[in-house]
């Protein structure tokens, strides 16, 4: 059931040691490339990363913050191609938000890395960081990272006393029964 995943899916930033098979690997890409996007135009590339050195150095990509994806067993890098589509931020944050239900249904966690819009260091945006490092052909943008691996912190769902149903409205704003 949906619902189940969607209340145990909590961001974590501590990772376990235990690697991630590569099945499960396979079966969140796979997830991700079943995603909706505009016109169906699929704008997205995804680079999967596990060697450890470049996950540290994706880490640098923006100033501080980033230790999680170095500490993570698996570090998919979300890119973009706005030749392709102009919807390409809304179709890979799909992709990327996919890959993190998916991770939850498989046992294990995950964390966004913002990168779009993000600079890190002398004037050099976090994307063309990361392209630089990965080899990324110049038409792609980098839009995050998603960091997976086995929790290494418990997480709470969220009490449903808490989610905001006061920013739910019904056939107009501030109507507040159906
Ligand atoms: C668009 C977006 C950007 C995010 N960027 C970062 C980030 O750069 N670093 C980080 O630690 N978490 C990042 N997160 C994770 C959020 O901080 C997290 O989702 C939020 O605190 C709510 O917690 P929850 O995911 O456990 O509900 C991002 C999440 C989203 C959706």
């Known amino acids: 059931m949906f619902n189940k995943l969607a209340e145990e899916r909590r961001s974590i930033r501590n990772f376990t040691d235990q690697l991630v098979e590569r099945e499960k690997v396979d079966k969140i890409i796979e997830a991700a490339l079943r995603s909706p ?3 169906g135009a699929r704008p997205w590339h995804f680079i999967v990363v596990t060697d450890e050195v470049m996950r540290e150095k994706l880490s640098a990509a923006r100033p501080g913050g980033g230790g999680f994806v170095k500490n993570a067993s698996v570090a998919i890098v979300v890119c ?3 030749s392709v589509s ?7 944050t799909i992709a990327a938000v996919t890959m993190q ?3 939850v249904s498989l046992g294990l966690g995950s964390r966004w ?8 260091k002398d004037g050099l945006t976090s994307s063309d960081y990361i392209a630089e490092l990965l080899d990324l052909p110049e038409s792609l943008d980098v839009q995050c990272i998603i960091a ?6 418990e997480v709470i769902p969220y009490k449903k006393e808490e989610l905001h149903y006061d ?9 507040k029964d159906a």
Do not use: H, T
Not at 86 to 92: G, Q, S, T
Not at 167 to 175: A, D, F, I, L, P
């Open 37 to 39: 996007s505009g016109r």
């Open 80 to 82: 973009g191609d706005p």
């Open 86 to 92: 102009r919807l390409w931020v809304e179709d890979c």
């Open 101 to 103: 239900y998916a991770v």
């Open 113 to 120: 890395f913002n990168i779009r819009g993000n600079n890190c």
């Open 148 to 153: 997976i691996g086995y929790p290494g912190e």
């Open 167 to 175: 920013k739910v409205s019904y056939n107009r704003y501030g109507q």
